[in-house]
């Protein structure tokens, strides 16, 4: 059995809140496994917006992989309860804050494989992180669908920079990044010139207005949008 002083350092290394650590176990050459406890107590139903308790509906235990430590890789085991509101009686799924729905490995696990992939590629990081290609892909497309719903906020410094998929044929996800953030705030699906135009015409001219210099590949088409939607940007050789 753990002690609960180990079970508070691993809880302090962890860094996930509304969690509890309560057990742990290593597996050799597979990696660490840990057990979690939500510890909130109430939560918004989806459906009807109230406040509600935890009423149990069923247990639904689910393995979720996380950052590793050093070359461990990190499970977390947690029990993703089937709930039921007590106000309008709708069964939902309980929400975790650190992991999306229906997704087997935390928020911060997917940030840390895109930004490997921006600088290597899908297959390698795949290889050297022990997840498909096919998990990394949904990964993007889970966070691409996120990002058009949120305009980038005092965005000065923009990349525009590429991933190479491979499907049958090559295909690319042009990435848009917010260069003194360091974090993506935009992902499209092809490369053709109008998909990113009407993208980047989706923020508005507020947005794109005061964007101060962009990052790009010569080469590509990409100058020519860069030049038609923020003429007054420096343009700048990736
Ligand atoms: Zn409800």
Redesign the pocket.
């Known amino acids: 059995m753990a002690s609960n002083a180990e079970l508070h350092l691993i809880e302090r290394f962890l860094k996930l809140s509304g969690i509890k650590v309560i057990d742990y176990r290593i597996i050799e050459d597979i990696g660490i496994f840990l057990s979690l406890k939500n510890t909130k107590k109430q939560t918004i139903?989806?459906?009807?917006?109230?406040s509600?308790e935890f009423l149990l509906h069923q247990n639904n235990f689910v393995t979720i992989r996380d950052l590793p430590w050093g070359e461990q890789a990190v499970y977390l085991k947690v029990n993703r309860r089937l709930l039921r509101?007590?106000?309008?009686?709708?069964k939902f799924s309980e929400d975790l804050k650190f992991v999306r729905k229906r997704r087997r490995y935390t928020k911060r696990f997917v940030e840390k494989i895109i930004e490997e992939v921006l600088n290597s590629d899908i297959q390698n990081v795949a290889k050297r992180n022990d997840v498909s290609e096919q998990e990394i892909e949904t990964m993007l497309k889970d966070l691409g669908q996120e990002l058009v719903k949120e305009k980038p906020i005092n965005l000065k410094k923009l990349g525009i920079d590429e991933i190479a998929v491979v499907k049958g044929q090559k295909n690319y996800y042009v990435v848009l990044v917010d260069l003194d953030k360091r974090k993506i705030v935009g992902l499209i699906e092809k490369r053709r010139e109008k998909e990113i135009i009407e993208y980047l015409e989706a923020w508005g001219k507020e947005v794109l207005s005061q964007i101060k210099e962009v990052s790009l590949d010569l080469w590509k088409s990409y100058k020519t949008i860069a030049l038609k939607l923020m003429p007054q940007a420096e343009i700048v050789a990736l």
Do not use: D, I, L, N
């Open positions: 139903c989806p459906r009807c917006g109230k509600t509101c007590s106000h309008c009686h709708e």
